[in-house]
């Protein structure tokens, strides 16, 4: 909602037009407004259609077209001085001996091509001496890494009578070095005007494709909408997540944010559009393999994860507000096993399974096509429509057992039928059950703004349709069961014996309805918010968590949702409609953390605490009332009395460590990072290499591509060669509005059916001419995996680009459709590979290459 | 005049969504051009259309397409050069227009069209004998044959809803507002506004189809590039009417519509003077029988 007070906004890596349609009215708004609306894109969309830029790109360059504004806002000194100086770490001075990759060809300082990672001990800040620790009976071993560390020494024992301020304040770091003048050679700002140097205009065009006079504008549009007075945001979404170079793809948009003094203030930052209707809330409680709820780390065999007492020495920041992480982690545990979790057994941390490795999406089909897996359950996934598609349904005909749960009979479910497989051969038993839409259950969502919403049912599933909900609570009392007979040889008995799972039907809840035995969603949603363990009371706020077990919390980051006001308990996540409270609306629905809409609000005040602008005021400080204030009703981001002139503090823990200007209190030095010394293990400040596969060699280095990209060398994943002739067309995965992800929520009614009917392939004229395909024909898209067949649709919004003097021809391809339903169409994701981004291993859909031939696939 | 209501539809705003199309298909419980999977598969399969011409698979209004939106693919001044200089791609929800001067009215024979309390035109399914007349009589192609059924079908301006005091269902679906509900003087004067408010922003394409407000304006893409454009009135104004940024050609609407049935006075004359001849008057009279009162009165007033 905040896009509507945006001066300029540039959509990249996103079709937001079509794959957000319903948020778009924002962005609408503000255009009606004045604002300048900017589409950087390979295609031109129905997004394009509404900007008043349209500014193409070749897929997988866009680290050098914003690395190209990042030279350029420096270059003519339009950054936002002030902002910049206090709220950045431009000015902090980095280990003399980090070597960039201009000196280096491509690589970081740091780099080991045997084990193909990066060691950042010259990344690091210059600090300060620490201040002395006192020293710890049992600790062994040494500070792994220097500057504003991670604790690492092990310490053994459990977390019985262990005083946590006290451990962690032992653990404290020096204070970063600055030098405030920014002319120091080791100074961030310094490194950064070194390393974009050569990513000028020219380069960008070379690079990109993008005319140069385009880019130019986008920059003085960018610069002319910053500053004081305005405000620009950027939107994306998987268009620039999906690549090799994903997170610093993103990280080059923070750079020019934090340039322009767009973070942290009405109208600017970087708005992640995240998928429909809760991915944001999926990624909270949590359904990646590596985070627990509440972005709490997974414990992990290779880090000083033993016991909990170095999980949690291991995992909190003594200097930011990652300080409370003991209170979380505790509450946590206390909230899944009850009772049974006492001081005395560690809260049964023993007993939570560590894990070995990256156990993402694609690493784990790569064992399940070795058979090192007996069975899966998949709900809300569709493998077999997914990357390197093949490959996946050759992996899932290895499984023992396979459980869907579904609205349809999806194409995962019946991968045996796609007509490459011969079932005959397929032993893997398959049971499908059915499930219950969103409609048709209890529970929330948490939408892109990260605003919880709860919904009531509304109607009875269909036939034995059930929720997951009720499947899952189901599958756990039953393995509790079994487990409590104490099975011989059972793994983690402990575990599984102890789960709370304290969700029993409420019978008011339930009366209406016809199946009586539903878990209690209000009960699971309690159990996130967090309660007092003694009284059952909800939680207002995670101030009130505490790491000595008297607190139980699923998700520190939700506690708030639920509220006892007056006695009363009053959910906050239900909707009131009509109720009209402003812009912010802090009281439709309710955003994590704490109601605060906006993130790093302090930064919408200058550094004294006054706003840049009466046009964009936000959050303030109120000297009188010794308060910060925010007239628009959202939650302040900063700790509220704080004055703006409290000076750092070299033994303060938590946030108290930062000084009054330091907006980013999740961050150890509370600022914005323009150089990132640790959190990603590909650089410390974003690069470009090329996609996987690309047509052409990177312009700028030697190192063509990013040098730790997680690759797969398996069978029935080879890779189209880098640079070569046999696969010369660039092409791009992605979306429709008519259409949702593999298509089993679409697909299958007829009334969107009939708006996107078939697989299509989007080619230029240019191209179509030179394949003589014409409108409407069969083309065969294929690469080293498979090959894909679709009608053609020729069209000038796909458009030929000059490469470094050379055409380069890029296409499009949605990927909704499949074998099964009512739209059917050959699977788009038979052509794409597992090939990831290091840090989170994000496949590269959005950019790769092919070939395009005229024809059908099969006769 | 404040009873009467209808829709503005600002082109400038549509994002092509098709939200409009499923909602009026949902609210109106109207067959998709697909039937149902579980009715015959093999027939769904064959009657997927894709149509290639841009992202419209529906291709045009019909008896269960009431609302249909159009693509206009204008990268470059022309489709065939590599240009791709000012590109811009056009989209309209397109629909009846309830006309205030409506042909398709004007010519039912049985008065199964009819004027509703809210100014718009709809069809008492259970009068009309399916002749087809007013198919023929529409200027905008709007009304369309059932085969099913045996009689016509076409936007009713969701007259279900509007008696119970809510609006059209495809403007409640509308993301963007590029669809508006309400009173045609409030819709009249949020166009104007909104005419200004883009021609100040440096969009001097836009104008008004539908009703003359007096906009005038020059089109900055596309084949018509430079071409002035004003503000169109057609059949006594449009209760559902247009803010568009090119010719009305380019959306395939009439420049300068007109109720076919203004011929009929020529034609009707040519047609009294053959019956003379043939001696077979009576045809001409059973022709006037089947008009409305209106149309024959007008038939007969002109000769």
């Known amino acids: ?859 | 005049m404040s009873d009467l209501r209808g829709m503005f539809v600002d082109t400038s705003i549509c994002t092509g969504c098709k939200a409009c199309q499923v909602a009026c298909k949902q609210w109106n419980e109207m067959a998709p051009g697909v039937p149902l999977p579980m009715e015959d598969e093999a027939a769904v399969r064959e009657h997927r259309a894709f149509t290639g011409n841009s992202y419209d698979n529906t291709g045009h209004l019909s008896a269960t397409n009431w609302r249909h939106v159009k693509f206009i693919e204008q990268i470059g001044p022309d489709q065939t050069t590599a240009d791709r200089s000012d590109p811009r791609w056009l989209m309209m929800s397109d629909s009846c227009k309830h006309c205030v001067q409506a042909g398709c009215l004007e010519v039912c024979p049985t008065g199964a069209l009819y004027r509703t309390q809210f100014g718009s035109v709809d069809i008492h399914q259970d009068v009309c004998i399916g002749c087809r007349y007013c198919v023929g009589a529409c200027p905008f192609g709007v009304i369309a044959f059932n085969q099913r059924t045996g009689r016509v079908n076409k936007c009713i301006l969701c007259q279900d809803r509007l008696e119970v005091g809510m609006g059209t269902a495809c403007a409640k679906a509308c993301p963007t507002s590029s669809l508006t509900f309400g009173t045609v003087s409030d819709l009249q004067a949020m166009a104007n506004d909104r005419v200004k408010a883009l021609h100040a922003r440096g969009q001097t394409d836009a104008y008004i189809y539908g009703w003359d407000l007096g906009n005038t304006g020059t089109i900055t893409a596309g084949p018509n590039k430079g071409s002035a454009v004003k503000d169109v009135e057609v059949v006594g104004g449009l209760n559902v009417f247009y803010l568009l940024l090119d010719k009305p050609e380019v959306y395939g609407l009439p420049a300068h519509a007109a109720l076919p049935q203004r011929n009929f006075v020529p034609s009707a004359g040519v047609a009294l003077i053959t019956a003379a001849v043939l001696g077979v008057t009576g045809l001409a009279a059973f022709r006037r029988n089947r008009m409305d009162e209106n149309a024959a009165a007008t038939v007969e007033g002109g000769a």
């Open chain 1, 1 to 859: 909602m905040d896009l509507q007070n945006s001066d300029a906004i540039v959509f990249m890596g996103s079709n937001m037009a079509e794959c957000h349609p319903v948020g778009f009215k924002w962005p609408m708004k503000a255009k009606a407004k004045g604002a300048t609306l900017i589409h950087v894109d390979p295609r031109f969309t129905r997004t394009s259609a509404m900007c008043d830029q349209y500014v193409p790109i070749r897929s997988g360059t866009d680290i050098a077209f914003l690395g190209g504004l990042v030279n350029y806002i420096l270059t003519n000194k339009k950054h936002f001085e002030e902002y910049v100086l206090s709220f950045s770490n431009a000015a902090t001075l980095i280990n003399a001996g980090f070597k960039d990759t201009e000196e280096n060809d491509g690589f970081f300082s740091g780099y080991n091509a045997q084990t193909r990672a990066y060691d950042r001990a010259t990344w690091q800040y210059q600090t300060s001496k620490a201040p002395e620790r006192v020293p710890e009976p049992s600790s062994t071993g040494e500070t792994k890494e220097g500057g504003v560390g991670t604790p690492t020494q092990p310490v053994a024992g459990s977390v019985k009578g262990v005083n946590f301020a006290a451990l962690v304040a032992n653990r404290l770091p020096g204070v970063p070095l600055q030098d405030k003048t920014l002319n120091d050679p080791n100074t961030v700002f310094q490194i950064l005007k070194r390393h974009y140097a050569r990513y000028t205009p020219e380069m960008v065009e070379k690079i990109c494709g993008t005319p140069k006079e385009l880019f130019i504008k986008v920059a003085d549009t960018l610069i002319a909408n910053s500053g004081r007075d305005k405000t620009s945001a950027f939107v994306y979404a998987v268009g620039w997540t999906q690549h090799t170079t994903g997170v610093q793809l993103i990280r080059t948009a923070g750079l020019v944010q934090l340039l322009l003094g767009n973070i942290g203030r009405p109208g600017g930052g970087i708005m992640a559009l995240r998928g429909h209707a809760s991915i944001q809330g999926s990624t909270d409680i949590a359904s990646l393999y590596n985070i627990h709820p509440g972005y709490l780390n997974v414990p992990d065999a290779a880090k000083t994860h033993d016991t909990l007492l170095n999980y949690i020495l291991t995992e909190t920041q003594p200097t930011s507000f990652w300080s409370n992480t003991p209170a979380y982690v505790v509450s946590q545990l206390k909230a899944w096993f009850g009772d049974n979790a006492t001081a005395d057994n560690d809260y049964l941390y023993d007993t939570l399974p560590k894990i070995t490795g990256d156990h993402s999406h694609l690493p784990v089909m790569v064992e399940m096509s070795q058979g090192k897996i007996e069975g899966m359950i998949l709900t809300g996934q569709n493998p077999a429509t997914s990357l390197n598609a093949g490959f996946q349904r050759n992996a899932m005909a290895k499984l023992k057992w396979l459980v869907v749960l579904d609205f349809f009979e999806t194409e995962s479910s019946v991968f045996w039928k796609h007509a490459d497989a011969d079932p005959t051969d397929i032993k893997t038993e398959v049971f499908f059950l059915p499930a219950a839409h969103i409609a048709e259950k209890d529970g929330s969502m948490t939408q892109t703004q990260r605003t919880i919403q709860f919904h009531k049912k509304a109607a009875d599933p269909p036939g034995d349709a059930r929720s997951d909900l009720f499947f899952w609570y189901d599958l756990g009392l039953r393995l509790k069961k079994l487990y409590a007979a104490g099975r011989p040889g059972a793994k983690n008995l402990d575990g599984i014996k102890n789960m709370t799972l304290d969700y029993a039907p409420d019978p008011a809840d339930v009366a209406d309805w016809i199946h009586k035995d539903e878990p209690s969603a209000l009960k699971i949603f309690k159990e996130i918010n967090g309660y007092d363990y003694k009284t059952k009371n909800p939680l207002n706020s995670f101030a009130n968590l505490a790491s000595d077990g008297s607190t139980a919390c699923g998700a520190w980051i939700y506690t708030g949702m639920l509220q006892l006001v007056n006695g009363q308990v009053v959910n906050r996540g239900e909707m009131l409609p009509g109720k009209n409270d402003g812009w912010v609306s802090p009281n439709w629905g309710w955003a994590w953390p704490a109601n605060r809409h906006q993130l790093y609000n302090r930064a919408s005040a200058d550094p004294a605490g006054d706003p840049w602008s009466a046009k964009k005021k936000y959050t303030y400080w109120d000297a009188a009332a010794k308060t910060w204030k925010n007239d628009a009703g959202d939650g302040i981001d900063f700790t509220l009395t704080k004055a703006p002139a409290t000076p750092a503090n070299a033994t303060g823990v938590g946030v108290a460590f930062h000084d009054g200007a330091s907006p980013f209190l999740l961050k150890k030095d509370g600022k914005g990072w323009l150089f990132a010394y640790e959190g990603l293990s590909d650089g410390p400040i974003p690069t470009h290499y090329e996609p996987w596969e690309s047509p052409v060699k990177n312009l700028l280095y030697k190192q063509d591509r990013n040098p730790i990209t997680k690759i797969y060398d398996v069978p029935g994943n080879k890779y189209n060669e880098f640079a070569g002739t046999q696969f010369p067309t660039v092409i791009t995965t992605y979306r429709l509005t008519e259409h949702h992800l593999s298509g089993t929520m679409t697909r299958w009614l007829p009334w969107l059916a009939e708006l996107m009917p078939e697989l299509f392939v989007e080619i230029s004229p240019e191209l179509a001419k030179e394949k003589d395909i014409a409108n409407g024909e069969y083309l065969r898209v294929i690469t080293e995996r498979g090959t894909t067949e679709a009608r053609a649709l020729v069209t000038k919004r796909l458009r030929p680009l000059t490469v470094n003097g050379a055409i380069v021809h890029q296409v499009g391809m949605p990927w909704h459709w499949g074998y099964q339903g009512i739209a059917t169409g050959d699977v788009a994701n038979n052509v794409t590979s597992f090939v990831a981004d290091p840090n989170v291993s994000i496949h590269e859909g959005k950019a790769f290459t092919c070939r395009i031939e005229k024809g059908r696939a099969r006769a």
